[in-house]
């Protein structure tokens, strides 16, 4: 980060310059850009590609176009898009270094289509590079090259960022020593068999998607409903055959290892890391998968970047809308698979029961992977059990054995928002059911992951060095007894009111005397930001509470370091998810707003306008 003004721009040395042929730029403006400011772009016949934190976009413009913007009042500055902002700066150094191995590099360009992708592929060709991976729906590719090779690259007007390619590994780990407990006890603690008993709720017509190697699929408990494959299928792997048991195993062959969704259509997608997350989404959301969400447990080396790798899963769930939880890793620190940075789906880290159910024994005690992410977003978003929990094994179809990890919590989560998509189906929250199945009557995945934020099980805690502080246990567990019994005392939104810049929405809700906690949730899906930009959010929207007797409330203020908002602060200009939580709040009517403080890239797209829709979701707060 620089300033231009202040600091001047960073001389890069002659190779990382920009050269006769450069046709993409940094237009910086004095504020958020504005209608305005887009509209003197396109006046010059300018393409926006990327938004940069700090009121800039990547724009293709012609030299004209250049002198033409930088006399414009709006802008503040305008400078080449240089090859050397385009490559990770390990990368960088190594370039410095004289020894260069050829090595594989994830590539983002700025325009995706099988057009592009073609024109791409054989431009790597030409100067004798070797593509191993097209995504052109996701602008991604993957290549082999030299350091020349590289160089080259980092060149070309239609490169936005380069990073390398890591290992792919598993997230889990299996747990032979030490307590563990019984899928059956996981369900009762966190409110599965409440809505078994009460409701019959056991994940009929619920469909999901396990991620991993592979899956021992004549396992005794995954009989009586059979897996449908995407892609193909080789043999057997004990990580997924552990990860799926969570969420889909009957329990046919043994009670204790019931996963959360023992009735659930489930799908199974072979290999390591899907690559080509836009297809593959696309792909589970159509017939006869017709998936809600998807648990991931692998995922690349980790590291606190938030790469190309990360950028193209918040792409992918910004155009699928699909639910997305992704194992944070096992490192105990702040290293995590580069998946788990992602801003729109759902991260997820470890807490140690050390063989209890009792909520006051458990503890993260350098377990999962841990946040806040580079740039300051909350990380993980929520958490479950890292040690042992007994599962099916791929040693044969009769065996079980304890599985733990942040491999194992992103199951046993991923099952529980199963149960909230069967509970919406049916009406519970009292939501507009929109169609006969539970696919088509979903919520979208903002708003889901704000139901399951809200309604989460919080750890006390008191102080970001707790051993429960905010950045190890994310905004806690989910808790779908939880959700249930406040079924009746919930507002939603489910991005029905999309906002454009400067715009607000209010509500006035009443809240009861006698109500133990008022929670607000909002989330929202983010656009990916530019490769290079150091903060990762795009649009800004900021909820705002106040209370009968005028006292106000900020989103995320004060949650840092405890379980209650404190009042004042100021706008979250660094997460997609914000909340405040009042314990024993003021009984009469709170005002709740959500505040568009920034729209510069166009989120909602089924409309004309330039807004940003949102899920909201209160509890504690009467119809």
Known sequence: ???????????????????????????????????????????????????????????????????????????????????????????????????????????????????????????????????????AEGCRYEAQLTQKQLLEVAHWNRVCFIDRVAQSLPIGMSQAAGKSLLLSEVRTMGGADEVESEEGFRGEDVGGAVVDGDVRRNHHDFQSHPILFLGRHYGSDSHGTACFGAIFGDGSGNPGARGILPAGRSVFVCGTVNPNLCRLFRALQRPPYSALFLSCSIGEEPNLRYSTRSRDLDDAVWKSDLLICDAMGNTGGRDAEPEAWAKNIVSVGGIRHGGSLERSAHRWGSSGSIGPAEDGRVKPDLSHFYDGVLCPSAESPESYKPFGGTSQATPLTAGHFGLMYQMWAKGLFGNRVKGPSVFEARPHAATAKALMINTAYTYPFAGDAADMARCHQGWGMADIGRLYELRSRMFIVDQSTPLRNLERKSYKLRVASGTPELRATMAFTDPPAGGCSTKQLVNNLTLKITSPHGVIYYGNNGLVTGNESTPGGQEDRVNNVENVWIRRPEPGVWLVEVIADQVVMDQHRSTRAFDCDYGLVVSGVKH
């Not at 960073?10 to 993409?24: G, I, Y």
């Not at 305005?36 to 030299?63: M, P």
């Not at 983002?108 to 995504?135: D, H, M, N, P, Y």
């Open 1 to 135: 980060m620089f300033d231009p003004l202040h600091e001047g721009a960073p001389q890069p040395p002659a190779s990382l310059a920009a050269d006769r042929n450069t046709s993409v730029y940094i237009v910086q403006f004095f504020a958020p850009p504005v209608d305005a400011c887009r509209d003197a772009i396109r006046r010059q016949h300018g393409v926006i590609y990327r938004f940069l934190w700090n009121n800039a976009y990547i724009v293709r413009l012609g030299q004209d176009g250049v002198q033409q913007l930088r006399a414009d009042p709006l802008v503040r500055w305008i400078g080449p898009y240089l090859p050397a902002y385009r490559i990770e700066p390990s990368v960088l150094h190594d370039l410095e270094s004289d020894r260069f191995p050829d090595r594989r590099y994830s590539i983002e360009v700025f325009s995706g289509g099988r057009a592009e992708a073609s024109r791409f592929t054989a431009q790597i060709a030409a100067i004798g590079g070797s593509v191993k991976l097209v995504t």
